[in-house]
């Protein structure tokens, strides 16, 4: 989940996924939707080397990012008829 901006390759639209534990690295590509919402984000948010901040400014956990994912999940449902 501590993606950085220097995972990102512009000019190939790429992202470089560093896995844990003796994982294997990839590389993935990246959509043109994704590169601009990216973009947008690296201009709007606070100067950071990562690219998912906490809202205490540290980087974001797996375990956060699931929670946020199952809450955001919650409130879809209830939002649809």
Known sequence: MRLRWDD????TGTLHCRRLKNGIDSV???GTRELKFLRRLNKEQEP???????ERGSPITTDSFLKLVRRLGVEARCECP
Do not use: K
């Open 8 to 11: 990102i390759d512009w000019q």
């Open 28 to 30: 993935h590509p990246l």
């Open 48 to 54: 950071s080397r990562y690219i998912f901040m906490s």
